[in-house]
């Protein structure tokens, strides 16, 4: 494995000279919500406003014809959108787009006994010996080429990845029946970032992609060969000693005395994937999504496309509505500078602020982990958004020991931009995320499970439980267009 010594060096000094790298508790006015100006909701009933003078200039900018919003009433010098109309505009921007998958690691943490067990010890050893079976298939691999989801019948489903480049595939299908374009229009449509870990196994498993009955057919249809993904590789640093044990902070070695090597979270994205940015913008490209592995939900939405280029701002970010679960992870806030970023709850927004807002009734807006970019502001302040997007530590304690990682969170971009836009979506449509293997059986609703939820029913955790299974259904017919057949789910004939 492949550690970058010398960059661990010189986290690890910038780590032991600053000794405050825990996130600062933010100066939160308020909560915002939707507003119809920065923030709006993702629904089928939206109403979009766009002036006539940005709506025209969008149209010229990437050469859509004036017909494609005949249909779009206007209120003066102001286009009034919904969501059909947004969708259809959407299509016809898909060849400016990529793709971006941020890839996890090795299933370390996803297959870790400790961290799957703790959050619901008596369900776990419910499910511990199936949990088992999965570990012995999944644990060495890296998460983006295991299954997404198991299949009713026990057998494996397609993987996270795998999954994702059927759904680019079909939005670029819709688009090419729209605009005509052929294949040379789609190139560069998936890029990703990937590690030493887990670059060649990746490269491997795409090889065989290219045979996939999900895939194969799509790939003829449209002449465009996702499994190519323009790719960069994120160097391994070394772990450090827990911020517990008192600074300065060392190297962590494991009982072998060997150094333990992570990625450094992917915030990196924007130093590591520098190259292919640019290369992507002088290729024609002009907007860039990036999002997690591990998100199921995390797709193409032509809506948010279609917004992020008429009005020209710089990124559009998903949020959720807070669940009663959802007590990790950031939330949007209103700074007292009226600036828009995301904090952690605990973290950068006291949780008695957030119970406070909670208790009032206010609606939280909770960080869904996916971002779609201006290509041409991101290359052109790529500079400065890698000199100020801060590195955290956090302490983990797993099977390997206790250790603290250095990392760079990428939607604390958020808080460097100016001309954003929030679309709040609907959590388990646009937010499966399979952090642990435990996610990933709960969501495909395994039997092992059931007695317990059953008799949990009333409950917030089996409320979201619930909740996810029904996302997972929903992207699986309507994101990646499969069908439940015989026990399995399979591509639509």
């Not at 149209?59 to 969501?83: E, Q």
């Not at 680019?168 to 729209?178: A, F, P």
């Not at 299974?469 to 004939?493: C, F, H, M, P, T």
């Amino acid at each position: 494995m492949a550690i970058d010594l010398e960059l661990g060096k010189k986290i690890l000094a910038a780590v032991n000279a600053s000794r405050n790298f825990d996130v600062k508790t933010l100066d939160a006015d308020i909560l915002p919500h939707p507003d119809g100006k920065d923030i709006f909701i993702l629904r089928s009933n939206m109403k979009f406003p766009v002036s006539r003078k940005l709506a025209e200039k969008a149209l010229d900018k990437f050469s859509i014809p004036r017909s494609a919003i005949d249909d779009v009433p206007c209120d003066g010098d102001t286009f009034c959108f919904n969501y059909k109309a947004l969708h259809m505009l959407g299509l016809y921007l898909i060849p400016y787009l990529s793709y971006g998958i941020l890839n996890g690691g090795m299933a370390t943490s996803y297959c870790d006994v400790k961290n799957n067990s703790k959050f619901n010890p008596e369900l776990f050893a419910q499910c511990q010996e199936a949990f088992d079976i999965l570990t012995e298939k999944y644990k060495g691999k890296p998460k983006g080429i295991t299954p997404a989801y198991i299949n009713p019948d026990g057998t494996p489903g397609y993987d996270f990845i795998e999954l994702k480049m059927r759904s680019v595939l079909r939005h670029i299908k819709q688009s090419q029946e729209v605009t005509g374009k052929g294949a040379s229009e789609y190139q560069y449509a998936i890029f990703q970032m990937t590690s030493d870990n887990t670059d060649s196994k990746l490269a491997a498993r795409y090889k065989e992609y290219k045979n996939s009955p999900i895939l194969k057919e799509l790939i003829a249809q449209t002449g465009v060969d996702v499994t190519e993904p323009e790719s960069a590789i994120q160097p391994l640093i070394p772990a450090f000693t827990p911020t517990t044990a008192g600074y300065p902070l060392s190297f962590f070695k494991d009982a072998e005395g060997n150094y333990y090597g992570l990625p450094g979270g992917h915030g990196q994205n924007f130093i590591v994937l520098c190259d292919i940015y640019k290369k992507l913008l002088d290729a024609g490209k002009k907007f860039v999504y990036l999002g997690n592995v591990d998100n199921i939900g995390f797709t193409i939405t032509p809506v948010e496309l279609a917004a992020l280029a008429l009005t020209g701002r710089q990124a559009t970010f998903d949020f959720s509505f807070k669940t009663p679960v959802d007590v990790k992870g950031g939330i949007l806030i209103r700074e007292r500078n009226g600036h828009l970023t995301c904090g952690d709850i605990g973290r950068a927004v006291s949780e008695a602020f957030v119970k406070k807002n909670e208790d009032m009734g206010m609606p939280i807006l909770f960080n869904c982990a996916t971002g779609l970019f201006n290509l041409e502001y991101l290359v052109e302040n790529l500079e400065k958004i890698i000199a100020n997007l801060p590195i955290r530590l956090s302490n983990q304690n797993k099977d390997i020991g206790q250790y603290s990682q250095a990392e760079q969170i990428t939607w604390e971009v958020i808080g460097l931009l100016d001309n954003l836009m929030i679309f709040a979506v609907e959590k388990y449509e646009r937010f499966i995320a399979s952090k642990l293997l435990m996610d990933n059986m709960l969501a495909s609703d395994l039997e092992c499970a059931r007695s317990y939820l059953k008799e949990h029913e009333d409950s917030d955790f089996v409320r979201a439980v619930r909740a996810v299974q029904k996302g997972l259904v929903w992207n699986l017919k309507s994101q990646y267009g499969l069908e439940l057949e015989e026990g399995r789910w399979v591509a639509k004939k």
